[in-house]
């Protein structure tokens, strides 16, 4: 969303135009295209059936709580069903996540399967994980993204004494998922609830590998914790390994840890405490990753185009470099009550939506030119629009309507409007464009320069239609 970018593009345009026009001629003639011909297929067998469904066609129900504890909640939106795999073919798949986080709580120290992509919707957090030989730390606020790799060692803590951590986040898999989660976390950190990933393996090969007697190794994985999200020590939860290094002021962390998880001569253990527990945990995990970047802030950055009616951006490769590495853009779209995304499609790659705000309409259209979804949409709704398929977001008459999410490529969208001034209509007006409408030149002209805005549109009630 939001890069209007389309100047010298009529050649790319008319291609497309025409890349169309035959697309729908061999779906008229049986053409190939399995996935979307069964979709636009099973879609006419069910008008009629079930016209509810239809409505939400492209919304992201799927919803799955994969941590529930009394310091926090982690619920993960699938990324599409196998009738959405058909239809998208071999673009990826992104799961959405929602970590809610209690004041003065903690994420466990753990690495996933996958790479995320936060975004801090509400609160204030600091994030930790393992670059080179040193822990990296960076604050975050309200309107942050931030990237952690799969397999990095990271945890996450709420700092505000009083504010919930709200994040939501893009999670894009590098593997087949082991079990029924959607992602697979390895916690470093744990013991009984959640199990640290050391646990699994026999008493022998621990106490050879670490070269600890037992006693020592029940100290390492016997930390009586309440799950993967813990309350900060307080007077109802005693400090633990993991609670009492947070306790420490950040230079005196950073400093310790590096000198703990560095490799060098064993040390004596006594009084270490969770320094040398963090060593034995967190040393086998260096790695040799670019030096970390700074998060981007969605809130203090300038819009791509904003006009009386709304404003949006778009953050890709070329603005934040972190992302290249999940291959995602992340976009942000506020409008005004009533007014719309004008009609668009993305060329390059598939969109998710995520309502932050208010409510609206998306309204998505299949290739042949029939309606496949019209749906309401309120707070916390995710929705999903394939790649090439037209579609637009109309604010209700409420309020404002907001709504930020995720696109499957790093580089730069370019998505391409069919209405409105600069829209491919515009740009290709002329005799060809005319002839396959079925009207005179004039006539077209008349009807393309009704609508003089660009992007974002006013409602009818605010730019009523000229009598042409």
Known sequence: MGKKNQACMNNLLLALVLLLVAYNCATAAGGGRRGHLQFEAEAADSEGKDEQQQKKLFMLQEEKEVVRTEAGVIKVVSGGSDRLMKSLQKQPLIDIGFITMEPKSLLLPHYLDSTLVLFVRLGDARIGHIYKDELVERDLKAGDIYTIEAGSAFYLVNTAGGQRLRIICSIVGTSPTIGSNPFQPFFIGGGKHPASVLAGFDFKTLSTAFNVSGRELGELLGANLSGPIVPLSDSNHPAN????????????????????????????????????????????????????????????????????????????????????????????????????????????????????????????????????????????????????????????????????????????????????????????????????????????????????????????????????
């Not at 939506?353 to 995710?382: H, I, S, W």
């Not at 491919?424 to 030149?441: D, I, N, P, T, Y």
């Not at 009807?447 to 042409?468: G, H, N, V, Y």
């Open 241 to 468: 390994a993991w609670t009492g290094f947070l306790d420490l002021k950040q230079e005196e962390r950073v400093a310790l840890l590096k000198r703990a998880a560095a490799f060098e001569a064993p040390v004596d253990r006594e009084g270490e405490g969770w320094t040398w527990l963090f060593r034995k945990l967190m040393s086998p995990l260096m790695s040799n990753n670019d030096d970390a970047t700074d998060p981007y802030n969605l809130y203090e950055s300038k819009p791509d185009f904003s006009n009386d009616y709304g404003w949006s951006m778009a953050v890709d490769e070329n603005d934040y470099s972190p992302l290249k590495l999940p291959d995602v853009t992340v976009y942000l779209v506020n409008l005004t009550a009533g007014s719309m995304m004008a009609p668009h499609i993305n060329p390059r790659a598939t969109e998710y939506g995520v309502v932050l705000r208010g409510t609206g309409e998306v309204q998505v259209v299949f290739p042949n030119g029939t309606l496949a979804m019209k749906a309401e949409v309120k707070e916390g709704d995710v929705f999903l629009v394939p790649r090439f398929f037209p579609f637009c977001q109309i604010a209700s008459r409420n309020g404002p309507f907001e709504f930020f999410g995720f696109t499957t490529s790093a580089r730069d969208n370019q998505p391409q409007f069919l209405a409105g001034e600069g829209s491919v209509m515009q740009l290709l007006r002329g005799r060809e464009l005319a002839k396959a409408l079925g009207l005179s030149e004039k006539r077209l002209g008349e009807l393309l320069d009704a609508q003089s805005f660009s992007t974002i549109l006013p409602s009818a009630k605010a730019a009523p239609p000229r009598m042409i």
